[in-house]
Structure formats: structure tokens, C-alpha cells
């Protein structure tokens, strides 16, 4: 297991850069899910991040996704302190420059798999969103699912919908929260290989959050999160 | 046990306790249904129960009463005295007139024999204390007050109280002060007691009484009592129960009184619909932790008895919440009921409120009945889907999809049944069929509302996707996508505005039909009616010399004494007893007859061959026509007439038989007028003619000189009065309705925080959200209003084609006032996006982190 930013990173310009985060969920016992963490990663670095359960992996992604905000710290994305964005251009952040991708898929249950993809594309007022969309579907082979609901998926159809939306409006950031946690064997390895060969086709960075040891291994690098501090 | 309360904690009370505002969004759905049901209910019973509790403080302990057509004549009541051997019996005269104390108030009059009184009704007497004093109530022109209208009106024993009454001014003295109880309590206190003679004098029914009230000893048989008193009686005189005068009591404002039923069934349907909407959604948001439940083995009976306490649960929550908010509605339309009817109805009649204990058993009746109703169909198709595809979120939405074509069949098989049975004839008078034909029209309105959320989804996809974007693409997906939420909405607000469009349709119709009737039947160019205060309705009658006296004012050609009382067929049914001048009906016109044949030629015939006239409704209850015979009781016995024509007429709903006055007069002996129509000489105009006879009658006659037009306009100011309260009761319905779509799209708010949440971390912005959830609203009210139309379109061919004519013999020319309905669809569409504003704010206020954390 190596520390954070001590392994060479595939390209030199780090694409995240953490400097002391902590989140503290208040309530009459405050919760520290992450302790003062440091963290650097490169473009189109793949990282693995481990750790138990409870131990602060999501609450990372979340804080790296902007879809939750540090107690302190600074988080820089492409050079940009997200957690000083206002949040108007927070919400610009997460629709164009970080993609996302859920243990339990998210996927909006009444929209079809090809409306799931082509949402976030849409929310930014893009006319491609169709095209964009139906080359990502086949892409990750789901060409003949397009018009299903997501209900009518099975686990790693739904994840590989999931990995299509992550990457729709061409984000150079994807954050995968524990991705095959839902699924059986197979169809994990499956998630995992489409998950690797997209990062390295378009040149994506990737955070991949995992109790999963294969999973880690695909890994550039791994860093051990537990109790909110890297170990 | 141990193992059921677990479940019981997973599905029920847990979430309860870890999300209160969810557990309290159908308390709510239920409440609003309730309270609407109790308000409207209580404002009924109060106005039925009002005209019953009069009734019988005047029957008092009576076994029998006898009356006759044109009342019991005193030498009659010689006959009775043979009574005072196996019981007792009180006469009593009663009537209204108009209190002149400037506050126009009407008030009853109700005249008796003191001495035989005790017998058959309670009357206390506070005031004056002494013997000597109570002498000198036995003096004409005095009368006792009840002492709460006394205080009212500052009266005080010794006081005079200025009346117009019969048609003249006249000064009364107050004797004596009786406590609220007894007879005082007829027409709710408001009313004065005095002696026959004097009541005679005042309401002009000198030498007959309305009635003789008969209690018999104990022991004594009724029947055989009847049958001696029948005996004795003279022709034209009948014995009966002392009950049915009660009931018919109850009938009174049969046609009012049925607008209130049908409006209050609306919303109890529409609460029943809320009610079922909040506890459906419930139900369906929580099909996974059934799922989960039942892949460790949980038995469907446990899962069903869980979901059948919450419904109770809910039921009686949401009951007792509607309870306490039913009794503040209830007054706002206890207000608007009793105004009308007392201006309208039964100028003397008094509504007060009745006890809530009914409509709040009523009300909590209908709140857990429909709660367990609603709870029911889900709870069961919940607890039949197998766990796994039942965990997936959507699995809900999946199961009503495969549903939508066997909806469709069974809509149309609801929709030819309700066309079979709307032509079915009426049972005893009453529209059965047709009121079970709009059952089956709102049943295969609620069949066919899944269809038509998917049909308006998929039909403005595009459009709002081009004009809004992805908020307009979302608004369509979340709308489309939540079938079974959505359809109980929109089926709620569909049946609420389709009732009322179709009752703002019957309700133009009807206006138009009444103001060409009211051209064609008000023919005279003055009208001349007993003074009649604040009342909208005639007070009393008038004096036989005041058509004389009108015949000989400078400008007058001639004068139509009009005649309208109570009355009974061979078969002792009720209806409305007629007569005019038919020469002047043959002069001037009126009574529109239904074949279009020309009234005048039709009188002047039935004037010589002494036949009779008859209303529509009196055709369609008896079901009578031209050249048909109608029997009446007379003072002379029952009398048998060929019908010469049937005319149109909505005075009264109970049916009337027309007679010439001189037919009038021989038979019943009754020279009083009700009112008076003038004909004006050629050259004088009506106005002028009218200032001349206000002047003729100043200090001699207490009576309202309006000209036709006057009347016409007050008719229909009167209509438009009536069906204010309809209005008022419409609007309810309609607001909860949007309630319900209000609470619909909260529920659907927060049950979709996750799925918001998401959004918001794929970077839709509050506004989008905002948006989108605002245009689900105006989606919903406009599949709401197009299936309102639809549904609307067959109400009120319904009504207008059987309910109306069925219920009340009128039939009306259809007419669509596209304005108004059209501004009641707008209202409805703007209603419904402010509905959206609140769940709007919910859902763009979602913390992303949060809903995503949440699993």
C-alpha cells in the first residue's frame, strides 16, 4: 500500500489536489468522516481508494463530486477550489466537469436508459445530447436497451447505463462509488473492465472507491482510507 | 406477536417515527376530505332537522290531525267533541307576516285555543307571574313572544308590535313572554302565539283553523279513533297521522335540499378519492421493505394486516383532524344554506345548527371507511408481487402499466352500462338510475385516468422539451412515470371540475330556460303581492276587496287575482292547487304550453268547459297528459277535471293543477288572493300605473307594487341567489380537489428526494427542478380538465336529460356557456401550478449528499 502522491502519477499536473480536508457531520456526537486528509491525483490517474465501511471513502467522493461541501480543507479540481465555488457554478461543476457513478446506479426510475444518459448533457442546453448518448449506449453495449426502463435492467446493465451518464458530457473526472458492490462476480469484472477501458480511451481520471481487492488492483495507485485518515 | 410488531415497526410505525412528515401528508389527505364532508353534511341535516323540530313543536304530543283542503272550518270542529271522552284536541291557525320594526323580518304566527292547548303542547309562560294579570291575555289583539325574540327585538310586555300581515298594517300587543320550549321553539323562536281569533284576523283565515291536533288517552286505539273521526268529518276534511305532517315538514325544499345531497356526495367522492390518493401513495412507496419483508418469510397476512392498522391509523388521524376542521367550515356553510333558504324556501323558517354529533360520525365513517378502502386494493397487490422485482425501484409504476388495457375495456363497458341505465324510468320519483349512471360515469372516469397521464405525457413529451428543455422533458417523465399517484389525482380533480362544469352547464340551462319562461309566463304590467320584508318568497296572502279595490284605479283594464295554496289528490299526495282569471290568461297570455299551442285559445276553452291546467312537473309526477283526468280534494269533496294543456312552470317542483278563478271559487270558497296581476289600459305605462296604485293603496294595503320587469329581474335574482349556495359548495369540491393535486405532488416531492437528489448532483439546478415539478402540476391539471370536459359533457347530460326532469319534472334547453366554462377550466390550471409551488420549493431545496446518502 502506497501513500497518497507517492506513486508517479500517468501525467505530471495534478487533476484533484485535497489539502487538509475534514468533513464533520454534526449532531449531538459529531461524526469526523475525514480527518486533515491530503491527497493528490493526477491526470488520468486511475486510484483506487480502500478501506472498511464507514471509514470516509464515499464522503470523499461526495466532497470531490461537489455534491457536498468540506467542515475545512481546500479541494482543487483542475486548479479550482470547488469548495469555495458559489453555488450556481458548483452545480455548472457537477454537470460538466465530474461524472458519477453510484453502488445502487441512481438511475431515475421513470426515464429510459437512453433519457438517463442524454439527461445530464440536456441539463446543460447541449443539442448533441442524442448523439452523444447513443455512442456512448453502444459503447457500453446497450444499443438494444436504450428505450428500457431501468427497472427492466439487470444489476451490471443498469451499472454500464450508469458508467454512459458518468461520461456523457465528456468529463475528464469520474468517480466510481464502490460500482460492484452491487453485483455478482461476473458482471463486476465486466463493470470494472468497461470502467478501465474508458478511462484509458478517453483519457479520464478516475477515483474508484472499493472493498474490492481485483478491483484495486486494476488500480494505478491505492490509497487505504479508515476513520477518515489515510493509513 | 413479537414477530408482527417487528413488521409492524418496519413498515408502519418506523418510517412514521424517522420521516413525521411523510406519515402526516395522507392524515392530511384525509382531513381535507373530511372536514369537507362533515361541513356539508351538518349544513343538510341543519336545514332538515330545523323544518322537523318546527313540525313538532306544533304537533306537540298530537296522535292525530285533521285539516282539509281549505282548512277545518270552525263549525267542523263541533264535530270533534266527542273526543274530550277518550282524549283531547287542539285547534291551530298558523301563518307568517312581516315584522315592520324596520327590520323586515319574517315572522310565524301561530294561533290556538289557550284552554285546550296544555293537552296537546307545551307552552311556559315566564312572564307576567301573577293571575290577574295572565286574565288579561285573553284579550284580543294581544300575543306572547318567546323571550329570546322579545329581548331581540326590545319588546317588553305592554310593548306594540307593528306587523304587515294579510296584506294590511296592524299593531299587536305583547302580553306575556313564553320560555324557549314547546311550541315557542317552531320556526326556531321566531314567532308569536295568540288566540284563534286574533291569528284569524292577522293571517286572514277568520271561521277555519289550519288544524285540529288530536291526543288520544292511553289505551285508546289510534285506528279505531281515525276511523270514528273520518266518520264524522265532512266532505273535504281527512284524519291522519299526526306524523306525516313532520315528514312532509322534512320535504320541504326537496329541490334545494337534493342540489346540497349531490354537491355533498362530490365531495365526499372527492375526499373519498384524496383519502384513497394518500394512503395509496403510502402503501406504494413502500413496496421494497414489503419485498424485503417477505423474501425473510413474512406472511402476506402479516403484511396486510400491518397496512390495514395504518389505514386505520390514518382514518382516524386524519378524522379527527378533519373533525375539528369541519366544524369551522361547517359554520361558513351553515351561513350560506340558511340565507337561502329562509329568502328563498320558507320565509319563516328558521335554520339553526343542528347537533354535530351525526356529521361527525358521518364524517369519521366516511374517513375510515375510505381510508380502509384505499388501503385495501394496494396493501393487497402488494402483498401478491413477488420480493425480488418488487425491490427494484419503478416496480410499482410496472405493475399499473400492465393494467392500462383492461382499464380501457372496463371503462367502456361503464360508460354503455351508465347510457343503458339513464333510460330507465324514475323509482317513487326519484332518479336512482340516473344518479347510479354518474356513478358508472366516475367509475370509468377513475378506470380511464391512467390512461390519460400516460396519453398526456407522451403527447406534450416534445412540445415541453422544446419550449422548457430538460425541465419540460423531466415534468413529462416524472408525470407519466408516477401512473398510480397521478391517476388517483387527476381523477380527483377530473370528477370535481367535471361536476362542476357540468352543474355551471345545468345551471345556465336552467337560467335560460326560467328567463324565457319568466317572459312568456309573466304577461300582466303590474304585479301587486303582500309587503314582504327582507323575504324573497310571498308572505301570507291578501284580502278578497283588494281586487276591487284595484279594479278601480284610474289606469287599470284588468286585474288577475291569483290563487296558489296547498292541496291533495284522490291518493292524499301533496301538490300545489292554482287559480286565475282565465279570461285574462285568455287576454294577455301566459302558461306556455308545452305543445306550443297558444295558450289563450286553450284558457278561454277550459274557462267554458270548466277543465284545468296542468304543470309540467305535475305531468311528469303523475303522469299526466293532455285530455288525461287530475282528481282534487275540495271542500266539496273530491273533484275529478280533463287536463286542457300542460305549461311549462317552475314555481313549485310538487306539480300544480291550474283552475279559472270562478272554478276556484265555487269549489273551495276561498275569495283571499296570493297576488295580483294588472293589465294596464292602452296608453299608460307600467311605471305610471304603478306609482297610481302605490298611491291608491297607501294606508289601507301592506303590499309590494313591482312592474313585469321588476318581477322578471327579481326572479331571476332570486334563481341566481339559489344557486349561489351551489356555487359555494362547487368551489369547495374544487379547492380540495386541488389540494389533493397539491398533496399529491408533496408526497411526490419527498418521495422523490432521492431521484432530485441525483439530479441535483448531475447538475440540474433548483430553478430546472423547479421547473420541472411546477410543470408536472400543469400537466396534471390540464389531463385533469380535458378529462373534466369529457366527464363533464356526460354529468350534465345526465342532469339535464334525467336526474332534473326525473327529480323535479322540469326540463330545461340545453346551453353551454363557454365562457364560464372555460373560466372555470382556467381557474382549475392556474390552481393546480400554484399547487406545484410548495412540492416545487421541496424538491429544489434537496440536499444532494443527503438524499444520496440515504439507502
Redesign the interface.
Known amino acids: 500500500m502506497s501513500s497518497p502522491g507517492a506513486r508517479a502519477a500517468p501525467s505530471s499536473a495534478p487533476a484533484v489536489v485535497c489539502e487538509r480536508v475534514s468533513k464533520v457531520y454534526p449532531g449531538a456526537r459529531p461524526v469526523v468522516a475525514l480527518d486533515a486528509i491530503d491527497l493528490a491525483v493526477s491526470a488520468g490517474e486511475f486510484l483506487a481508494i480502500v478501506g472498511p465501511s464507514g471509514g470516509g471513502k464515499?464522503t470523499l467522493l461526495?466532497l470531490v463530486?461537489g455534491?457536498?461541501r468540506s467542515t475545512s480543507g481546500s479541494i482543487r479540481v483542475g486548479g479550482r477550489d470547488i469548495g469555495s465555488l458559489p453555488?450556481?457554478e458548483l452545480?455548472?461543476?457537477?454537470?460538466?466537469e465530474v461524472g458519477?457513478v453510484?453502488q445502487?446506479f441512481?438511475l431515475?426510475?421513470?426515464?429510459t436508459v437512453r433519457?438517463n444518459v442524454e439527461?445530464?448533457r440536456?441539463?446543460?442546453?447541449k443539442k448533441d445530447a442524442a448523439v452523444a448518448a447513443r455512442e456512448l449506449l453502444g459503447r457500453v453495449d446497450l444499443t438494444e436497451r436504450a428505450d428500457a426502463?431501468?427497472?427492466e435492467l439487470s444489476g451490471g446493465e443498469m451499472q454500464r447505463a450508469a458508467i454512459a451518464?458518468g461520461l456523457v458530457?465528456g468529463a475528464r473526472l469520474l468517480l466510481a462509488d464502490e460500482p460492484t458492490g452491487n453485483l455478482d462476480s461476473r458482471h463486476g469484472e465486466q463493470v470494472l473492465e468497461l470502467l478501465d477501458e474508458v478511462r484509458r480511451e478517453r483519457g479520464v481520471t478516475l477515483l474508484l472507491a472499493t472493498h474490492s481487492q481485483p478491483a484495486a488492483r486494476r488500480a494505478d495507485r491505492t490509497v487505504e482510507l479508515r476513520d477518515g485518515r489515510f493509513s | 406477536m413479537n414477530g408482527f410488531r417487528l413488521v409492524l415497526r418496519a413498515l408502519v410505525t418506523g418510517p412514521g417515527r424517522r420521516r413525521p412528515i411523510r406519515a402526516l401528508l395522507p392524515v392530511v389527505g384525509v382531513a381535507i376530505g373530511v372536514a369537507a364532508v362533515a361541513a356539508i353534511h351538518h349544513a343538510n341535516r341543519s336545514v332538515i332537522e330545523s323544518f322537523r323540530e318546527s313540525a313538532r313543536a306544533v304537533a306537540g304530543r298530537s296522535d292525530l290531525v285533521v285539516v282539509g283542503a281549505r282548512g277545518v272550518p270552525l263549525d267542523a270542529i263541533e264535530r270533534l267533541r266527542f273526543l274530550w271522552r277518550i282524549g283531547s284536541f287542539a285547534p291551530l291557525v298558523s301563518g307568517s307576516a312581516v315584522l315592520d320594526d324596520g327590520t323586515g323580518e319574517v315572522v310565524s304566527i301561530l294561533g290556538t285555543d289557550y284552554g285546550a292547548e296544555g293537552a296537546v303542547r307545551d307552552m311556559r309562560l315566564v312572564a307576567p307571574a301573577t293571575g290577574a294579570e295572565r286574565a288579561r291575555l285573553l284579550s284580543s289583539g294581544t300575543v306572547l313572544l318567546p323571550i329570546s325574540f322579545a329581548s331581540r327585538h326590545g319588546f317588553r310586555i305592554g310593548s306594540r308590535v307593528p306587523l304587515s300581515s294579510g296584506g294590511v298594517r296592524t299593531q299587536v300587543t305583547v302580553g306575556g313572554l313564553l320560555a324557549l320550549s314547546g311550541l315557542a321553539r317552531a320556526a326556531g323562536g321566531d314567532m308569536l302565539v295568540t288566540d284563534l281569533f286574533t291569528a284569524g284576523r292577522l293571517v286572514g283565515k277568520s271561521g277555519f283553523v289550519d288544524r285540529v291536533d288530536v291526543v288520544l288517552d292511553a289505551g285508546v286505539s289510534a285506528d279505531a279513533a281515525r276511523r270514528e273521526i273520518a266518520r264524522r268529518l265532512p266532505p273535504g276534511l281527512s284524519v291522519e297521522p299526526a306524523g306525516r305532517a313532520a315528514v312532509e315538514a322534512g320535504r320541504m325544499a326537496r329541490a334545494f335540499r337534493f342540489n346540497l345531497n349531490a354537491l355533498g356526495s362530490l365531495t365526499l367522492l372527492v375526499g373519498m378519492f384524496l383519502v384513497a390518493n394518500a394512503v395509496s401513495i403510502s402503501v406504494l412507496r413502500r413496496r421494497p421493505e414489503i419485498a424485503t419483508l417477505r423474501s425473510l418469510g413474512t406472511s402476506r397476512a402479516s403484511i396486510f394486516t400491518a397496512f390495514a392498522v395504518e389505514g386505520l391509523a390514518v382514518g382516524a388521524a386524519g378524522t379527527l383532524a378533519g373533525e375539528v376542521g369541519g366544524l369551522v367550515l361547517a359554520r361558513i356553510a351553515l351561513s350560506a344554506v340558511s340565507g337561502t333558504v329562509s329568502s328563498v324556501y320558507a320565509p319563516a323558517a328558521k335554520i339553526s345548527a343542528a347537533g354535530f354529533g351525526a356529521p361527525v360520525l358521518a364524517a369519521a365513517a366516511a374517513g375510515a371507511l375510505s381510508s380502509f378502502l384505499a388501503v385495501l386494493l394496494p396493501a393487497v397487490e402488494a402483498t401478491r408481487v413477488s420480493p425480488a422485482?418488487a425491490m427494484?425501484?419503478?416496480?410499482a409504476?410496472?405493475v399499473r402499466r400492465r393494467r392500462l388495457w383492461p382499464r380501457a375495456a372496463g371503462a367502456a363497458l361503464a360508460l354503455v352500462f351508465a347510457a343503458v341505465l339513464s333510460r330507465a324510468k324514475p323509482v317513487a320519483g326519484f332518479p336512482y338510475f340516473g344518479f347510479a349512471a354518474v356513478a358508472l360515469v366516475v367509475v370509468a372516469l377513475a378506470l380511464v385516468s391512467p390512461i390519460a397521464v400516460r396519453a398526456g405525457a407522451e403527447s406534450t413529451r416534445l412540445l415541453l422539451a422544446r419550449i422548457f428543455?430538460?425541465a419540460g422533458?423531466?415534468a413529462t417523465?416524472?408525470f407519466?412515470?408516477?401512473l398510480a399517484r397521478n391517476a388517483v389525482a387527476v381523477t380527483a380533480l377530473a370528477m370535481a371540475l367535471g361536476m362542476t362544469l357540468a352543474m355551471i352547464t345545468t345551471v345556465a340551462s336552467m337560467r335560460e330556460t326560467v328567463r324565457t319562461w319568466v317572459e312568456s309566463s309573466l304577461r300582466a304590467d303590474v304585479w301587486v303581492r303582500p309587503a314582504s320584508g327582507r323575504a324573497g318568497a310571498v308572505v301570507g296572502d291578501l284580502p278578497a276587496e283588494v281586487v276591487p279595490f284595484l279594479q278601480s284605479v284610474p289606469g287599470v283594464a284588468a286585474v288577475d287575482p291569483i290563487r296558489v295554496r296547498e292541496a291533495s289528490d284522490a291518493s292524499g299526495r301533496a301538490l300545489t292547487v292554482g287559480a286565475s282569471d282565465f279570461r285574462v290568461l285568455a287576454r294577455a297570455g301566459g302558461a306556455p304550453l308545452l305543445d306550443g299551442r297558444d295558450s289563450r285559445k286553450t284558457a278561454e276553452a277550459a274557462r267554458r268547459d270548466r277543465e284545468v291546467l296542468v304543470s309540467e312537473p305535475y305531468a311528469r309526477r303523475f303522469g299526466a297528459s293532455r285530455g288525461d283526468i287530475a282528481s282534487l280534494q275540495t271542500p266539496k269533496g273530491l273533484r275529478s277535471f280533463r287536463i286542457a294543456g300542460v305549461y311549462r312552470d317552475f314555481t313549485s317542483d310538487r306539480g300544480t293543477v291550474l283552475l279559472d278563478r270562478s272554478l276556484y271559487l265555487d269549489l273551495f270558497g276561498d275569495t283571499r288572493v296570493t297576488s295580483a296581476g294588472i293589465l294596464a289600459r292602452e296608453g299608460i305605462w307600467p311605471d305610471d300605473l304603478r306609482r297610481r296604485i302605490r298611491a291608491a293603496v297607501h294606508g289601507r294595503f301592506a303590499v309590494d307594487v313591482t312592474t313585469n320587469r321588476e318581477l322578471r329581474r327579481q326572479v331571476l335574482r332570486i334563481f341566481d341567489h339559489t344557486f349561489a349556495v351551489t356555487r359555494a359548495l362547487e368551489g369547495i369540491a374544487v379547492v380540495v380537489a386541488v389540494l389533493g393535486i397539491a398533496n399529491a405532488l408533496v408526497a411526490s416531492a419527498v418521495e422523490r428526494r432521492?431521484?432530485f437528489?441525483?439530479?441535483?448532483?448531475?447538475?440540474?439546478?433548483?430553478r430546472?427542478i423547479r421547473s420541472a415539478v411546477l410543470l408536472e402540476a400543469l400537466l396534471a391539471g390540464g389531463v385533469a380538465t380535458v378529462a373534466a370536459v369529457a366527464a363533464g359533457a356526460a354529468f350534465a347530460a345526465l342532469l339535464i336529460g334525467v336526474i332534473n326532469p326525473q327529480s323535479f319534472g322540469w326540463s330545461f334547453v340545453p346551453r353551454v356557456p363557454i365562457g364560464r366554462l372555460a373560466a372555470a377550466a382556467a381557474f382549475v390550471l392556474l390552481a393546480s401550478l400554484a399547487a406545484g409551488l410548495v412540492p416545487g420549493r421541496i424538491a429544489a431545496a434537496t440536499d444532494?449528499?443527503a438524499a444520496?446518502?440515504e439507502?
Not at chain 1, 91 to 96: A, D, I, S
Request: no cysteine; net charge positive.
Open positions: 464515499s461526495h463530486a455534491i457536498d453555488e450556481s452545480t455548472l461543476y457537477r454537470r460538466r458519477v453510484f445502487f441512481n431515475l426510475p421513470h426515464l433519457e439527461l445530464p440536456l441539463l446543460d442546453g426502463h431501468p427497472y451518464r458530457t | 422485482p427494484r425501484p419503478g416496480s409504476e410496472q428543455g430538460p422533458r423531466l417523465a416524472f407519466g412515470g408516477s432521492r431521484s437528489g441525483l439530479l441535483r448532483a448531475l447538475g440540474a439546478t433548483r430546472q444532494p449528499a444520496l446518502s439507502e
